[in-house]
């Protein structure tokens, strides 16, 4: 990318984390209750005129927003509301957690949709993708809210193959198999969706791919079909899923909150549902925003990979 291109593609980010942050702030404050009576609970009125001030519950608007907003750029985040902890403290436990479930549950995604849509490209019409088509139909119609539970159901309580909810989950640099091993049903989860899309995507767009005159050109040359496929089509045949695999990043973070949910995982997702049920507006601020940051740096990344995956889009962009 030129010069020109990167700055405004940093002005044009720095502009959207501001307008996520004013309407994340603006939209949680003007929800019922307040910080306040919720830290002091039964406590008197001297409490919450303390507390109130300490939050800037008194001042106007603006200032709340920005005494809010330099809390968010220092790290420190602020203070929960119940019970009265470092925001810091509780992201750094429950931040990992949902970032290997979205990563792992891609990863899942990835290895069992590319092949099936090879595949069903090289054969069309055919029995398998007939059936590989159907299939992915039917996962589509189930959301994740479902099957979790249906997976816990037969995998936990009539197959105990794996661990049920709130079992011991080891960090992954700690014990891998262990943590791989609890975290595989969670992931799955979110998976099941994902593979039903990139399958149809990636397999559409293979097969457009394999008309082309390059493709011919590697047939004639006597390449071999899975050559062909891997060497030559997969590359650009990947555009679409990865520009839905972007747009997708908010349906996984839904997932995320319902597989913790289900399977008992202490994520974000947990995290922000608690804090939502105990009205501790300052964490639902916080999470709302990361994951609002998350989203425009996964489309960020996305568009990047265009210009590596394809040198038309790295030409076009720098004229």
Not at 50 to 72: C, I, Q
């Amino acid at each position: 990318m030129s010069k020109l291109v990167v700055v405004r593609r940093v002005l044009e980010i720095i502009v959207t984390l501001v307008l996520v942050t004013l309407v994340t702030f603006f939209f949680t404050s003007k929800l019922p209750g307040n910080e306040a009576a919720v830290i002091c609970g039964p406590a008197g009125p001297a409490c919450l005129a303390k507390e109130g001030a300490l939050l800037y519950l008194n001042h106007p608007f603006f200032p709340r927003y920005l005494h809010w907003l330099g809390n968010l750029f220092s790290g420190t985040f602020g203070l929960s509301a119940a019970p009265t902890e470092p925001i810091a403290t509780l992201l750094k436990q429950s931040y990992p957690i949902t970032l290997e479930l979205v990563i792992f549950s891609q990863l899942i995604a990835i290895v069992v949709a590319v092949p099936l849509a090879m595949y069903s490209a090289v054969r069309p019409n055919k029995v398998f993708d007939r059936m590989s088509t159907a299939a992915t139909f039917a996962t589509l119609s189930l959301p994740a809210f479902i099957v979790g539970p249906l997976l816990r159901y037969f995998f936990t309580v009539k197959l105990p193959w794996f661990p049920g909810a709130g079992s011991t989950m080891p960090s992954i640099g700690v014990n891998p198999a262990q943590n791989l091993y609890v975290m595989f049903l969670p992931s799955l989860t979110i998976a099941v969706g994902s593979i039903a899309v990139y399958q149809r995507l990636l397999r559409a767009d293979m097969i457009a791919t394999l008309e082309e005159d390059f493709i011919v050109m590697a047939r004639a040359k006597g390449l071999t079909t899975w050559r062909i496929l891997f060497r030559h089509a997969l590359r650009p045949s990947t555009f679409t899923v990865m520009t839905v695999g972007g747009v997708q990043i908010g349906s996984l973070i839904v997932g995320a909150i319902i597989g913790e949910q289900v399977f008992g995982l202490t994520g974000l997702g947990y995290q922000l549902v608690l804090a939502v049920t105990k009205a501790d507006l300052p964490t639902v601020q916080i999470i709302t925003v990361i994951v609002a940051v998350a989203y425009i740096l996964m489309n960020l990344i996305i568009d990047f990979l265009y210009t590596v995956i394809d040198p038309r889009v790295r030409r076009a962009r720098t004229t």
